[in-house]
């Protein structure tokens, strides 16, 4: 087992990470009949896959001694109706600027086949925007 949620009622959970015992706790959206206090878990669905991106080309950058530090990324979620789901992912990453073209490339096809992206049912619509350069070097 990896984690344990607890329903808190009032549309909150409270999911804790075993090893670590990092806690994330969920709301349900305004728009839902939530207090939207704290991320939904369809904004954890969009969040983990901007995370899984980011990190999998952290592992390849290490590897090939790329600096992507101080990368930011902005998530947007569209949702849909009838059935209530998610509809559209929109991820617009800043990345440091004096990677390769090669590397970016490189880098790139990383991001965009991490272990979430391959996990994301087709019909949701993914925006992935890579922005290289956006960012002064750390």
Not at 109 to 117: A, F, Q, R, S, T
């Amino acid at each position: 087992m990896m984690a344990s949620v607890i329903y808190q009622g009032s549309l909150r959970c409270s999911c804790t990470h075993l090893q670590s015992t990092t806690v994330i706790e969920t709301d349900a959206p305004t728009d839902n009949r939530g207090k939207g206090e704290r991320f939904s878990p369809t904004d954890l669905l969009c969040v983990s896959l901007a995370t899984c991106m980011v990190t999998t080309m952290g592992i390849r950058a290490s590897d090939m001694q790329v600096n992507l530090d101080g990368t930011t990324i902005s998530v947007t979620k569209y949702m849909l109706s009838n059935p209530r789901r998610i509809g559209k992912i929109g991820i617009e990453l800043q990345l440091p600027e004096g990677i390769s073209p090669e590397n970016q490339s490189i880098l790139q096809k990383i991001g965009d086949n991490c272990p979430v992206m391959k996990s994301i049912h087709p019909d949701i619509e993914l925006e992935i925007n890579y922005q290289w350069d956006a960012l002064p070097n750390s």
